[in-house]
């Protein structure tokens, strides 16, 4: 069974940080380009960042530019998203998600459709 499963996020002051985890059963995450996503309520879903293959490029939004880090640790099979100096506008529900190809962009459109439960995040001001 295809899956993946969010963790990481939570309740946290402005100026604060979190780190995001995405496992991955029934697939190897570093088979993949990788994205992290968000949605906040209201909202169309966006593309946060995303990482290639091999983890030679990464893509991130303007609005999480030099705050947040995508990174993956292929032995662990986890996908990570470092997330600091957040703001108020960062809360949202975030998901992680296997993407067709790297060079399409960093769109949940070009995501396969496997989401998992997504984990909150919540900035406060």
């Known amino acids: 069974q295809v899956q993946v499963v969010e963790s990481g996020g939570g309740l946290v002051q402005a100026g604060g940080s979190l780190r995001l985890s995405c496992t991955s059963s029934?697939?190897?995450?570093?088979?993949?380009?990788m994205g992290w996503f968000r949605q906040a309520p209201g909202k169309e879903r966006e593309g946060v960042s995303c990482?290639?293959?091999?983890?030679?490029?990464?893509f991130y939004a303007d609005s999480v530019k030099g705050r947040f880090t995508i990174s993956r640790d292929n032995a662990k099979n986890t996908l990570y998203l470092q997330m600091n100096s957040l703001k108020p506008e960062d809360t949202a529900m975030y998901y992680c998600?296997?993407?067709?190809?790297?060079?399409?962009?960093?769109?949940?459109?070009?995501?396969?459709?496997?989401w998992g439960q997504g984990t909150r995040v919540t900035v406060s001001s």
């Open positions: 990482i290639s293959l091999g983890s030679y490029r990464t």
């Open positions: 029934g697939f190897p995450l570093d088979d993949y380009p």
């Open positions: 998600a296997a993407i067709r190809a790297y060079d399409l962009g960093c769109s949940s459109r070009y995501a396969y459709d496997y």
